[in-house]
């Protein structure tokens, strides 16, 4: 009888949890006794990598985007920093076809040297870690291994070198390891994620994990009074009341005739959300079309200068899943799927993932953003990722939202409001 081993490798992202303050629209005043951002010092290689996991962000949040344009009231946020985290781990296990396939899936695929990859998410872990010491940041990573199966060593090593890995056998025969697993990722994402498996197997090979937890507030809050029950019109144009919050401050800013782009910063700065509002007449899939072209949004980055700006931005909250099979499979890593995937770099058995998923939670409000998610990579044995300038910024239809890491540009998360519970 042929016996199906399955791997789950996941990778959580949690993030976001700001707490109150004092109102914040008092210009750079508000700011003064802030420590001002580390910058991240990148070699010529490893600025071109952040670049290449920039175009596996936009890329992948697109094709989410397409799948999900059936629903066009479905708001969604995706986390490309985790998927590309979780992708690049379950990568050291894979050889031949299938890690060449899903490097080029990465975006990775002109960079041969396994340890030059390996080392640059090693840094921008440790950087990232380092940026701003007013928001709390923590990277975790960890591999819960069926104690009664030999696993590859040098894939375990590499795991612990470069991603800091913790391993732990445990026994997947029992109930226990259900909680074990689980209670570390509520431990290592501030409660916020609690539940990543319900059950495990004696065939279980392995569970790989990675929790992202970050804690922010808005550099400039949004005051309480001045939010109010305002029309937001969705896509299909009907209306809804929504609770929109306001401020009068210098952010910023840029437009052009597709879109106007806010960039909202958190803490002291080294993070920030970008908003993209399409301009009147336009589309949500139009901005994410443009946003796949590495030229436009470099163009749009760099156009950016400050504005004093009047802000509405509705107070939202998304809860959202999806098993991204698909998608992956259209980026070009199909293979991985299939019996004729090769992760001998794992195990010596014939190996193929069986489901990429991921599970999302964002919520923003005047003091900032509260956000969690987490992807799931199953694996299967198949035989045992100048002046300012005055302007409206109306965010009171559907838009964009992209939470960055300032001096790299590497993106965290992403996501579309394109509906509003009253």
Not at 201 to 226: P, Q, S, V
Not at 363 to 390: C, F, I, K, N
Request: a negative charge.
């Amino acid at each position: 009888m042929r016996t199906k081993i399955h791997t789950l490798l996941l990778a959580g992202i949690a993030g976001l949890s700001l707490a109150s303050s004092c109102d914040k629209n008092n210009g750079d005043s508000d700011t003064q006794d802030l420590p001002d951002p580390i910058q991240i010092s990148l070699r010529s290689a490893e600025k071109e990598m952040v670049q290449s996991d920039q175009s596996f962000a936009f890329d992948f949040f697109a094709n989410v985007f397409d799948e999900e344009s059936v629903a066009e009231d479905l708001n969604f946020m995706v986390s490309p920093l985790s998927l590309s985290m979780a992708l690049a781990m379950t990568w050291n296990g894979a050889a031949g076809e299938t890690k060449s396939a899903m490097q080029q899936t990465l975006k990775m695929g002109d960079y041969a040297e396994e340890e030059l990859i390996n080392s640059y998410y090693k840094k921008l872990k440790e950087a990232l870690l380092k940026t701003d010491p007013t928001t709390k940041l923590s990277i975790a990573n960890a591999i819960f291994t069926n104690q009664s199966v030999l696993i590859n060593p040098d894939f375990i090593r590499t795991n612990q070198s470069y991603y800091d890995a913790t391993v732990q056998p445990v026994d997947f025969s029992g109930t226990a390891a259900t909680g074990i697993i689980n209670q570390w990722a509520s431990d290592h994402t501030n409660g916020l994620i609690k539940e990543v498996i319900d059950k495990t197997n004696a065939y279980d090979l392995m569970y790989l994990l990675n929790a992202i937890y970050f804690k922010g507030i808005w550099t400039r809050e949004f005051d309480a009074k001045n939010t109010s029950r305002l029309p937001f019109t969705r896509e299909d144009g009907t209306i809804q009341q929504v609770d929109m919050m306001r401020q009068m401050a210098t952010f910023n800013y840029t437009e052009d005739q597709l879109l106007q782009m806010v960039q909202l910063p958190y803490g002291n700065q080294a993070f920030s959300m970008m908003v993209l509002l399409p301009r009147q007449g336009k589309r949500l899939q139009e901005v994410v079309a443009a946003t796949r072209q590495t030229d436009y949004w470099n163009g749009l980055k760099s156009g950016l200068h400050e504005a004093e700006v009047d802000l509405f931005l509705p107070k939202f909250k998304t809860e959202y899943s999806k098993k991204l099979n698909d998608v992956l499979s259209k980026m070009g890593m199909e293979i991985a799927f299939t019996d004729a995937a090769d992760f001998s770099g794992m195990t010596d058995h014939p190996a193929k993932i069986a489901f990429v998923k991921q599970d999302t939670y964002i919520s923003t409000d005047e003091s900032g953003t509260e956000a969690a998610a987490v992807t799931t990579v199953g694996m299967e044995l198949t035989s045992m990722p100048a002046e300012p300038q005055r302007v409206v910024f109306n965010a009171d239809k559907p838009f964009i939202y992209i939470i960055q890491e300032n001096s790299t540009g590497a993106i965290l998360f992403m996501g579309a409001v394109k509906n509003l519970n009253d």
